[in-house]
C-alpha cells in the first residue's frame, strides 16, 4: 500500500491552490481501496472539513443508508471527491481548483480500477464524464468515461433539500443494483 499513503500524504500537503489556506483537514476519501463501485461528490463540507472524512454529515447519512439499501457498507466501497479541500461557504468548486486536484482523482481512480464510478451531482459528472451535460436528462443510465462504466446519480444534498429528487435517487440506486447483479455489464 505505499503507493496509496504516498498519495494520501501528497493530498495532505498540496498547496497548489487557495483552499489549502483555508482548509481545516484535507479529506482524502475513505474505504475500500480495492472497491468495486466508487462514489465521486464535489468537494468536502464543513463536517468533512472538521473531520477530514468525506460525506459524515447528513448528505453522507443518506448516502450510507442507499449503500445499505442495496445491500453494501461504507466500508464496502470508496468514497471521494473532486477536490479535497472545503470551499469557503461550501460555494461550488472553480474551475482553477478542479484543475489543481484533479490528478489526485484520477490517481485515485487508476489505483481503485473500479468497476463502476457514480458520479454525485452535477460537478463530478462534468469532471469526469463531460462538461455541461445535464444531470436531471443522465442521471441512472450508464455511461463510459475512459473505458470505466460511469452512472450519474444525483447528490444525497439535493435528495435532502428536494424531497421530490429522494425519488430520483432511489432510482439511481436501483440501477447501480441492477448493473451489479449483471456483472456490472450493461
Same mark, same amino acid.
Given at each position: 500500500m505505499?503507493?496509496? $499513503?504516498?498519495?494520501?500524504?501528497?493530498?495532505?500537503? #498540496?498547496?497548489? #491552490?487557495?483552499l489549502?489556506?483555508t482548509?481545516?483537514?484535507?479529506?482524502?476519501? *475513505?474505504g475500500?481501496?480495492?472497491?468495486?463501485?466508487?462514489?465521486?461528490? *464535489?468537494a468536502?463540507g464543513?463536517? *468533512?472539513?472538521?473531520?477530514?472524512?468525506p460525506?459524515?454529515?447528513a448528505a453522507?447519512?443518506?448516502?450510507?443508508?442507499?449503500?445499505?439499501?442495496?445491500?453494501?457498507?461504507?466500508?464496502?466501497?470508496?468514497?471521494?471527491?473532486?477536490?479535497k479541500?472545503?470551499?469557503? *461557504?461550501?460555494? =461550488?468548486?472553480r474551475? $482553477?481548483e478542479? $484543475?489543481? #486536484?484533479?490528478?489526485?482523482?484520477?490517481?485515485?481512480?487508476?489505483f481503485?480500477?473500479?468497476?463502476?464510478? #457514480?458520479?454525485?451531482g452535477?460537478?463530478s459528472?462534468?469532471?469526469?464524464?463531460?462538461?455541461d !451535460?445535464?444531470?436531471?436528462r443522465?442521471?441512472?443510465k450508464p455511461m463510459k468515461?475512459?473505458?470505466?462504466?460511469?452512472?450519474p446519480?444525483?447528490?444525497?444534498a439535493?435528495a435532502?433539500?428536494?424531497?421530490?429528487?429522494?425519488? =430520483?435517487?432511489?432510482f439511481?440506486? =436501483?440501477q !447501480?443494483?441492477?448493473?451489479? =447483479?449483471?456483472?456490472?455489464?450493461?
Open positions: 505505499g503507493a496509496w $499513503e504516498d498519495l494520501k500524504g501528497m493530498v495532505s500537503v #498540496c498547496d497548489k #491552490c487557495e489549502s489556506r482548509r481545516t483537514n484535507t479529506v482524502f476519501g *475513505e475500500n481501496p480495492d472497491a468495486e463501485i466508487m462514489f465521486v461528490g *464535489e468536502p464543513k463536517d *468533512e472539513d472538521a473531520k477530514g472524512r460525506f459524515v454529515g453522507g447519512k443518506l448516502l450510507d443508508k442507499m449503500i445499505q439499501g442495496i445491500g453494501l457498507a461504507r466500508a464496502d466501497v470508496f468514497i471521494g471527491n473532486i477536490i479541500c472545503r470551499p469557503p *461557504e461550501n460555494r =461550488d468548486p474551475p $482553477e478542479i $484543475e489543481a #486536484c484533479k490528478d489526485f482523482l484520477f490517481a485515485q481512480i487508476s481503485i480500477s473500479p468497476k463502476v464510478i #457514480c458520479t454525485l452535477r460537478h459528472l462534468h469532471t469526469l464524464v463531460q462538461p !451535460l445535464p444531470i436531471s443522465v442521471h441512472g468515461w475512459k473505458g470505466i462504466l460511469c452512472l446519480m444525483y447528490h444525497p439535493a435532502l433539500y428536494r424531497r421530490s429528487q429522494l425519488d =430520483d435517487l432511489k439511481d440506486f =436501483d !447501480l443494483k441492477a448493473l451489479m =447483479d449483471n456483472g456490472f455489464y450493461m
